[in-house]
């Protein structure tokens, strides 16, 4: 027998900020929304120790701020469930078909806001060790490392930023960092230079990840300036080398450019009609929980818009 598929208003890919604030701004408008994610509502905010740049907070931890977010993006009835999209379809009539693990959806308006995810190195050990020794997440296993040395691979806002919440989790830190400054921004460098416990290699890059097979023991680094080749122990690494959409489901629908970020216009809809993406999966210079949210509310609002007018005929 064949499961029903279950019909709303609008369909909302990822329970990041955008996810969230989209499903509050459309819920609000009486819209029946669905946010469906596989993983735990709040996205990268789980991921994020401290949060200093959010109006309204001093400073509030990712996690808690998530949580205050999902009690806002349900309080006017929106739905939130678990599910992996496997797949979107177009029909004639302008809905639009999301099928996932967990059955199929469908609705006229669609908002994904899927989001990004960490970047590999791509070198020997690193999926080996992923769970090992090998994390892109501090606040998730900086603990695990109480008192040993760990390193951190990157040069951007978030590699400082994890830096330096494992500076107070574990007895040191190591930056390999593969040019020969910073792109953090300068209150970042700041800090982590004022830290004892922290220490900056740079124009080095890891090469490949060692270990017993059960976890990780040696880093192998090469100098791309002096072209010498060493190796270091190490426990833990910690890797922040950049970002990439989560936008491989959608490659079907023709919306994304080159490099698989999402194309949108200034109301966040893109090129086909209905379908609308917001955060940090689109095109965009600056990717932050501040943006995302901006982004949310404006494709909530857009995608009960295009819902009203199609009841409208």
């Given at each position: 027998?064949?499961?029903?598929?279950?019909?709303?208003?609008?369909?909302?890919?990822?329970?990041?900020?955008?996810?969230m604030?989209?499903?509050?701004?459309?819920s609000r408008?009486?819209?029946?929304?669905?946010?469906?994610d596989q993983?735990?509502?709040?996205?990268?905010?789980?991921?994020?120790?401290?949060?200093?740049?959010?109006?309204g907070?001093n400073?509030?931890m990712?996690?808690d701020?998530?949580?205050?977010?999902?009690?806002?993006?349900?309080?006017?009835?929106?739905?939130y469930?678990?599910g992996?999209?496997t797949?979107?379809?177009?029909?004639?009539n302008?809905?639009?078909?999301?099928?996932t693990?967990?059955?199929?959806f469908?609705?006229?308006?669609?908002?994904?806001?899927?989001?990004?995810?960490?970047?590999?190195?791509?070198?020997?050990?690193?999926e080996e060790?992923?769970?090992?020794?090998?994390?892109?997440?501090?606040?998730?296993?900086g603990?695990?490392?109480?008192?040993?040395?760990?390193?951190?691979?990157?040069g951007?806002d978030?590699?400082v930023?994890?830096?330096?919440?494992?500076?107070?989790v574990?007895?040191?830190?190591t930056?390999?960092?593969?040019?020969?400054?910073?792109?953090?921004?300068?209150?970042?460098?700041?800090?982590?230079?004022a830290?004892d416990?922290v220490?900056?290699?740079?124009?080095?890059?890891?090469?490949a990840i060692?270990?017993?097979?059960e976890?990780v023991?040696?880093?192998?680094?090469?100098?791309?300036?002096?072209g010498?080749?060493?190796?270091?122990?190490?426990s833990?690494?910690?890797?922040?080398?950049g970002?990439?959409?989560?936008?491989?489901?959608f490659?079907n629908l023709?919306?994304t450019?080159?490099?698989g970020?999402i194309?949108?216009?200034?109301?966040?809809?893109?090129?086909?009609?209905g379908i609308?993406?917001?955060?940090d999966?689109?095109?965009?210079?600056?990717?932050?929980?501040?943006?995302?949210v901006?982004?949310g509310?404006?494709?909530?609002?857009e995608?009960?818009?295009?819902?009203?007018?199609?009841?409208a005929?």
């Amino acid at each position: 027998m064949t499961e029903e598929v279950k019909q709303y208003d609008v369909i909302i890919i990822g329970a990041g900020p955008a996810g969230m604030t989209a499903a509050t701004y459309a819920s609000r408008a009486e819209l029946r929304a669905v946010m469906i994610d596989q993983g735990i509502y709040g996205g990268q905010m789980n991921n994020t120790a401290e949060v200093e740049n959010y109006p309204g907070y001093n400073s509030i931890m990712g996690p808690d701020l998530a949580e205050k977010m999902y009690a806002s993006s349900t309080q006017f009835g929106a739905e939130y469930t678990f599910g992996m999209i496997t797949g979107v379809e177009l029909l004639d009539n302008q809905e639009k078909l999301v099928h996932t693990d967990m059955g199929d959806f469908q609705a006229p308006a669609l908002i994904i806001a899927t989001g990004s995810e960490h970047v590999h190195l791509g070198v020997d050990g690193e999926e080996e060790y992923q769970g090992k020794g090998v994390s892109y997440c501090a606040v998730c296993d900086g603990a695990f490392f109480k008192g040993e040395g760990v390193a951190v691979v990157g040069g951007g806002d978030s590699a400082v930023e994890e830096g330096l919440y494992l500076a107070d989790v574990v007895k040191d830190v190591t930056v390999y960092v593969r040019g020969d400054k910073l792109k953090a921004q300068p209150i970042l460098q700041q800090r982590a230079f004022a830290k004892d416990n922290v220490t900056f290699v740079w124009n080095t890059e890891v090469t490949a990840i060692q270990g017993d097979g059960e976890a990780v023991q040696k880093l192998a680094l090469h100098n791309n300036q002096t072209g010498e080749d060493s190796v270091v122990e190490k426990s833990g690494i910690f890797i922040y080398v950049g970002l990439k959409p989560n936008t491989q489901v959608f490659t079907n629908l023709g919306i994304t450019d080159d490099q698989g970020w999402i194309k949108t216009d200034e109301k966040m809809a893109t090129a086909v009609p209905g379908i609308f993406a917001a955060g940090d999966v689109r095109v965009k210079d600056l990717r932050q929980i501040t943006t995302a949210v901006g982004d949310g509310g404006l494709a909530g609002q857009e995608a009960y818009q295009f819902v009203s007018t199609l009841k409208a005929k």
